[in-house]
């Protein structure tokens, strides 16, 4: 059996043409905080949450779903390229907040999903009233700051931009060993991902080889068009928003705080001590950050 998030229900929402969202949705809407949606990363799926969400329960909503093309949502073809554009994602989280009865919520990604929320935070200011970006960047700052030999810690996101057929067939013939290598390389706590959950997240992930791919190829075109029409336009994220990052600045040669300001003028940066997977490494340190971001 799966685990779960402890008294969470599980529920299967449409959010657009032939594409459902299934999600853990749990907590108290009437408790005081706004709703609030957890968006997962890679190689990952809404459990990554689980600790953050009970903890966040007693007060809030919690929405944690799987994105599309991950977990147990749908996974639709990538016929146009912007089937999986985080345009497209975006708009999947605001039509579940909204079949759930929220027009408005908090929202916090880690990873992929952190790109999934700055994009939602951009096309939908009317819907998202706080945001919350774990350990990324955005996605045209990401690629501007990756060069030269440090890039290859990145070496996935080139892998997978390259055009439909060669990374699906390489990623496909050993799965478990490319997405179980970003789980072991990128914690500094191997205890905070026990073998149940890493196997749930390997499970997930294999079966979901060209939608994962599909997601990251849109980061290299797509999404990068979006986010440069947004920089020459002047658009900014407009509501209060928390960024948690490791210290890669140092090590990659930017100013984190400053690439984040220039998306978001009402910012709290901050640097955390913990590996790339926080929410389960340092549940206590997201969810307390979460509850001080909504209270802005």
């Not at 930017?254 to 998306?263: K, L, Q, S, T």
Request: proline share 7%; hydrophobic share 45%; aromatic share 6%.
């Amino acid at each position: 059996m799966n685990p779960t998030i402890p008294g969470f229900e599980l529920r299967r929402v449409p959010v657009a043409d032939g594409v459902s969202l299934h999600a853990a949705v749990g907590g108290d809407a009437s408790g005081g905080g706004p709703p609030i949606v957890l968006l997962h990363g890679f190689p990952q799926t809404h459990l990554m949450w689980r600790h953050v969400a009970t903890r966040l329960a007693a007060s809030h909503q919690v929405i944690c779903p799987d994105l599309r093309g991950y977990g147990d949502s749908d996974k639709p073809a990538d016929t146009d390229g912007a089937a999986y554009s985080k345009r497209t994602m975006a708009a999947d989280i605001v039509a579940l907040a909204r079949a759930l009865g929220h027009e408005r919520f908090a929202l916090a990604g880690h990873d992929r999903g952190a790109l999934v929320a700055v994009r939602t935070g951009l096309d939908h200011p009317e819907a998202v009233t706080h945001l919350a970006a774990l350990d990324v960047l955005p996605t045209l700052d990401m690629w501007d700051v990756l060069h030269g030999a440090d890039a290859a810690v990145a070496f996935h996101l080139y892998l997978m931009a390259q055009p439909p057929g060669l990374p699906e067939q390489l990623i496909g013939g050993s799965p478990d060993a490319f997405f179980g290598h970003f789980l072991d390389a990128w914690t500094r706590a191997p205890e905070a991902i026990p073998a149940d959950v890493r196997a749930a997240y390997l499970a997930a992930s294999r079966n979901a080889v060209p939608s994962i791919v599909a997601d990251y190829r849109a980061s290299a075109g797509i999404d990068v068009d979006h986010d440069r029409a947004d920089r020459a336009a002047g658009n900014q994220l407009k509501m209060p928003v928390t960024v948690l990052q490791q210290d890669w600045g140092a090590a990659l040669g930017y100013d984190a705080a400053a690439v984040w300001r220039a998306w978001a003028p009402d910012l709290h940066h901050a640097t955390v001590s913990c590996g790339h997977f926080m929410a389960e490494e340092d549940p206590e340190g997201v969810a307390g950050a979460l509850r001080e971001l909504v209270a802005r």
